[in-house]
């Protein structure tokens, strides 16, 4: 899941259809090579969350999070980013991906992680379902019709009455419905920093926040588990760095259906590492919100075209 404010990719790009093409390929293949790590991320975290609290593994997050970041910041922008601009709805959107994390940590102590993270999945409809509120966009007949299927595919993987329900599915969902907010709190920041800042300052109140809460659940980690914890910092910090270069590279529109691999590999993590693996009906609930999801990413893309590109736009989107 992106970390970061999509940036469109250089006008210069653009204006060549070979280079366009070249920066467009490098941007599915870095938002790939993101997906294929930040599931990893979730599977140390529920690995550790047997021996440690939801509390203290986010602290882990954040902490190493930042320490591989933070020098790397300093070196690019120097004292600059010492004074970010926004800073209120900085702190804001940190606090959203910060309460996101914690619901999902905290759901996936108990149930699979592909189950939790198609779940998280949410998030582009209930973006969908808001905008018209908080961004003032238009949002037409099928984006809703989109976002009612959507809706039903949760309900079939939560299965709610039919025996299976677990509690810590609303925990998964309530963690995609606030990442919802984030992804609509880093539209609103689009262009205020630099995304690298962004996410060094994501992780600095994720870091401080969590270092006054850890201590009230803290046991002291084994040296392994130190070592856990560090790499999972370290591939947070590496997969949203690669989601930051990959929208860079592409527009979001065009990238988004991609960001549902992350499932596909969240169910490899899930079952060599946990032995979980979906039923029929969770994957028909998956395929659901996949579909979507897509559908709404290819509207949003076809209603971002310039007419010369795709056309008389289709007011009904």
Known sequence: ????????????????????HSRTLAGILLLLGAMMLVPMMDGLAKHLSAHYATVQIVWARYFFHLAFLLPIVLWRYGRAVLRPNRPVAQVLRGGL???????????????????????????????TALSP?????????????AVLVGFA???????????????????ALGGGSVYALYVMATRKLAGS???????????LLGAVVMSAVAPLEWVA????????????????AGGHFLVIRAYECAPASLLSPYGYSEIVMATL???VGFGDFPDSVTWLGVAVIVASGVYIALRERQRHLPPATGGKRDQRL
């Open 221 to 236: 980690p084994r040296p392994l588990d130190w070592a856990l914890m560090a790499l999972m910092g370290a591939i947070a």
């Open 153 to 171: 595919g949760a309900l079939i993987v939560i299965r709610p009455g039919l025996g299976v329900f677990q509690w810590s599915a609303l925990l």
């Open 133 to 145: 509120l908080l961004l003032g966009e238009k949002v037409g007949i099928r984006r809703w019709s």
């Open 193 to 203: 920093n630099p995304p690298l800042v962004t996410l060094a300052y994501t992780a």
């Open 269 to 271: 993590v899930g079952f």
């Open 1 to 20: 899941m992106p970390d970061s404010a999509p940036r469109q990719p250089p006008a210069a790009a653009a204006a060549h259809p070979a280079a366009e």
């Open 97 to 127: 991906l910060l309460g996101s994390t914690v619901l999902f940590f905290a759901a996936i102590r108990s149930m699979p992680l592909a189950d939790a993270i198609a779940l998280v999945f949410v998030y582009p409809f209930i973006v």
